[in-house]
């Protein structure tokens, strides 16, 4: 730790081995993480004239032309699989905005990732309801069955592991997210079933969604391309539909006009 009396801009090295320096005896600790940021060491990418006339198309969809670069990242990571360098530059050439502008976007949502996932992105919910149900004993439970540690990739790229955020799901808690696809009510089992389908290539059905794609194929979903599936498979579970039951088996209705202002029989 820093010494008491050390003067002005001295260096040391402090918890989780960050540097610090010392300023009028107070210590300043730089939290900025490099590895955060987009990786500028390649400018390797597969992206085509074909992504790039997409970009134009999904371009052309909005009045201002930069409203589409959140839909484009998600489309540039259904090629490289992540934001690479190259993506981001053409993503700031096709809506003529520069690189630091369209960096500033790629680094501030989760959702897009400066480094290669896995084939399958496996989401653990550990917020309120979430944790207080077992989301942070499912979380460990993954790090010790994938071998990873969360925000890493499985050696063999088909696995990668985060810590998520409330997905609005808290009804069918503790949730667990394959490339976005919701799995409910999860438990250590049930996620070691998940991933045995998933590593044999089995085919794995959303709780409340269609049928599980690689992580590529959801990126383009997301991008707002149509892949046919939107109403494949439930859109609601049973804690959703309680409130709907519960209204059918009273004969409760809804009032003819709601827009009109008047009050139904049953509100006089």
């Given at each position: 730790?820093?010494?008491?009396?050390?003067?002005?801009?001295?260096?040391?090295?402090?918890?989780?081995?960050?540097?610090?320096?010392?300023?009028?005896?107070?210590?300043?600790?730089?939290?900025?993480?490099?590895?955060?940021?987009?990786?500028?060491?390649?400018?390797?990418?597969?992206?085509?004239?074909?992504?790039?006339?997409?970009?134009?198309?999904l371009a052309a969809?909005?009045?201002?032309?930069?409203?589409?670069?959140?839909?484009?990242?998600?489309?540039?990571?259904?090629?490289?699989?992540?934001?690479?360098?190259?993506?981001?530059?053409?993503?700031?050439?096709?809506?003529?905005?520069?690189?630091?502008?369209?960096?500033?976007?790629?680094?501030?949502?989760?959702?897009?990732?400066?480094?290669?996932?896995?084939?399958?992105?496996?989401?653990?919910?550990?917020?309120?309801?979430?944790?207080?149900?077992?989301?942070?004993i499912l979380l460990?439970?993954?790090?010790?069955?994938?071998?990873?540690?969360?925000?890493?990739?499985?050696?063999?790229?088909?696995?990668?592991?985060?810590?998520?955020?409330?997905?609005?799901?808290?009804?069918?808690?503790?949730?667990?997210?394959?490339?976005?696809?919701?799995?409910?009510?999860?438990?250590?089992?049930?996620?070691?079933?998940?991933?045995?389908?998933?590593?044999?290539?089995?085919?794995?059905?959303?709780?409340?969604?269609?049928?599980?794609?690689?992580?590529?194929?959801?990126?383009?979903?997301?991008?707002?391309?149509?892949?046919?599936?939107?109403?494949?498979?439930?859109?609601?579970?049973?804690a959703s539909l309680?409130?709907?039951?519960?209204?059918?088996?009273?004969?409760?209705?809804?009032?003819?006009?709601?827009?009109?202002?008047?009050?139904?029989?049953?509100?006089?």
């Open positions: 730790m820093t010494r008491p009396n050390a003067q002005p801009a001295d260096r040391t090295i402090g918890l989780a081995g960050k540097e610090m320096h010392t300023m009028s005896g107070h210590e300043f600790v730089s939290s900025y993480d490099d590895a955060s940021g987009i990786d500028t060491s390649t400018e390797q990418t597969r992206i085509g004239e074909h992504t790039i006339e997409e970009m134009r198309g969809r909005y009045p201002d032309r930069r409203s589409a670069l959140l839909p484009m990242l998600h489309l540039v990571q259904s090629v490289d699989g992540y934001l690479s360098n190259a993506g981001i530059k053409i993503c700031a050439e096709v809506l003529g905005l520069t690189t630091a502008q369209v960096n500033g976007v790629a680094t501030f949502y989760s959702m897009y990732k400066r480094r290669p996932p896995g084939r399958h992105h496996i989401g653990v919910c550990t917020t309120s309801v979430c944790a207080v149900l077992g989301g942070d460990e439970h993954m790090e010790q069955r994938l071998g990873i540690h969360e925000g890493e990739t499985s050696p063999d790229g088909q696995f990668s592991l985060e810590r998520i955020e409330c997905n609005a799901a808290c009804d069918f808690a503790p949730i667990m997210m394959v490339n976005w696809e919701f799995m409910d009510n999860m438990t250590p089992e049930k996620a070691d079933e998940l991933i045995d389908r998933l590593a044999a290539g089995k085919p794995v059905q959303s709780t409340r969604g269609a049928t599980v794609v690689d992580w590529k194929q959801a990126e383009r979903v997301l991008a707002g391309f149509d892949d046919g599936r939107a109403d494949e498979g439930p859109s609601a579970g049973d309680r409130g709907l039951e519960i209204a059918r088996r009273n004969d409760w209705h809804a009032p003819d006009d709601p827009g009109s202002g008047s009050l139904g029989e049953e509100q006089k």
